[in-house]
């Protein structure tokens, strides 16, 4: 949801659609620069929480950070890029800061994946205490991004020095760009039983729920509407029923804007909703 007009603002905006979770940037996803957070915004935006139920607020990091770099100078920015955004989420409450790995451009795979578990080793370093931790999430594999398969993360996680703060954020839309069809049962069981041999379900604090625009294994990120996608409902259906992830709060992340006279966040957490219900 938007900040815009302040954050409370966000909290209100999933509360008019009874939603029971909220995810949004802390400054502007496009720009390094952020302005600071002053104690009232705080103390409203919790207020706002509070009131509305929302018990598991989520932030998503600048699209600008690169914690896979090999440019020195780009990968020192994102460090210090990520240290804010956690501590900004720290100051409004917000447990997870979720961020994709990072594309290692010039560098080998290897050499990008060790240099992101570099990057984490650092941003812990430089905050010690923190209460907000890093989520690293599946990415669909455009390029040379990293994270697309749960090797990567795996990899990351043996390579940091405190892998016991960083989790995992799953997206559907980024799993089924990659490769990983959820659309089938004994596909999708084995996937995740994939993820627990190689991440732990334990590690995974937040799924992003989107229908793909593109099909499997195109390594395209595409967000589409529920269900209107090349995922299709019946994924969703078996995601949103599997008890294992009754307790993971689960965020929409498919396209805003109206829909027959209703906005498509209230059309997308209808037809998950229905989904839910059988």
Same mark, same amino acid.
């Given at each position: 949801?938007?900040?815009a007009g302040?954050?409370?603002?966000a909290?209100?905006?999933?509360?008019?659609?009874s939603?029971?979770?909220?995810?949004?940037?802390t400054?502007?996803?496009?720009q390094?620069?952020?302005?600071a957070? %002053?104690?009232?915004?705080?103390?409203l935006?919790?207020?706002?929480?509070?009131?509305?139920?929302?018990a598991?607020?989520l932030?998503?990091?600048?699209?600008l950070?690169n914690?896979?770099?090999p440019?020195?100078?780009?990968?020192?920015?994102s460090?210090? %890029?990520m240290?804010?955004?956690?501590?900004?989420?720290?100051?409004?409450?917000?447990?997870?800061v979720?961020?994709?790995?990072?594309?290692?451009?010039?560098?080998?795979?290897?050499?990008?994946?060790?240099?992101?578990?570099?990057?984490?080793?650092?941003i812990?370093?430089?905050?010690?205490e923190?209460?907000a931790?890093?989520?690293?999430?599946?990415?669909?594999?455009?390029?040379?991004?990293?994270?697309h398969r749960?090797?990567?993360?795996?990899d990351?996680?043996?390579?940091?020095?405190?892998?016991?703060?960083?989790g995992v954020?799953f997206?559907?839309?980024?799993?089924?760009?990659?490769?990983?069809?959820?659309?089938d049962?004994?596909?999708?069981?084995a996937?995740?039983?994939?993820?627990?041999?190689?991440?732990?379900?334990?590690?995974l604090k937040?799924?992003?729920?989107?229908?793909?625009?593109?099909?499997?294994?195109?390594?395209?990120?595409?967000?589409e509407?529920?269900?209107?996608?090349k995922?299709?409902p019946?994924?969703?259906?078996?995601?949103l029923?599997?008890?294992?992830?009754?307790?993971?709060?689960?965020?929409?992340e498919?396209?805003k804007?109206?829909a027959?006279?209703e906005t498509?966040?209230?059309?997308?957490?209808?037809?998950?909703?229905?989904l839910a219900?059988?």
């Amino acid at each position: 949801m938007s900040i815009a007009g302040g954050y409370h603002k966000a909290a209100l905006a999933a509360a008019t659609h009874s939603m029971d979770v909220v995810q949004l940037f802390t400054k502007n996803n496009t720009q390094w620069r952020a302005k600071a957070i %002053a104690d009232e915004e705080a103390a409203l935006f919790a207020a706002a929480l509070r009131e509305h139920k929302l018990a598991h607020p989520l932030s998503h990091s600048s699209y600008l950070i690169n914690l896979a770099s090999p440019d020195d100078a780009l990968r020192a920015k994102s460090v210090a %890029a990520m240290v804010i955004e956690l501590q900004r989420a720290e100051q409004l409450g917000i447990p997870y800061v979720v961020v994709h790995p990072g594309a290692h451009t010039t560098a080998s795979l290897e050499e990008g994946l060790a240099l992101v578990a570099k990057s984490l080793a650092e941003i812990h370093a430089a905050l010690p205490e923190s209460r907000a931790e890093v989520l690293l999430e599946i990415t669909a594999g455009q390029g040379s991004c990293l994270g697309h398969r749960f090797e990567h993360l795996a990899d990351i996680l043996k390579q940091t020095k405190r892998p016991e703060r960083v989790g995992v954020c799953f997206d559907t839309c980024h799993a089924f760009a990659a490769g990983y069809d959820l659309r089938d049962s004994k596909l999708a069981k084995a996937m995740w039983r994939e993820f627990d041999d190689l991440l732990g379900l334990d590690r995974l604090k937040a799924i992003h729920l989107n229908d793909s625009k593109r099909e499997l294994g195109s390594r395209v990120d595409r967000h589409e509407h529920i269900g209107q996608g090349k995922i299709g409902p019946e994924a969703f259906r078996l995601l949103l029923r599997d008890n294992r992830f009754r307790d993971v709060p689960m965020y929409l992340e498919t396209p805003k804007g109206d829909a027959d006279g209703e906005t498509w966040d209230a059309v997308n957490l209808r037809t998950l909703r229905e989904l839910a219900r059988g």
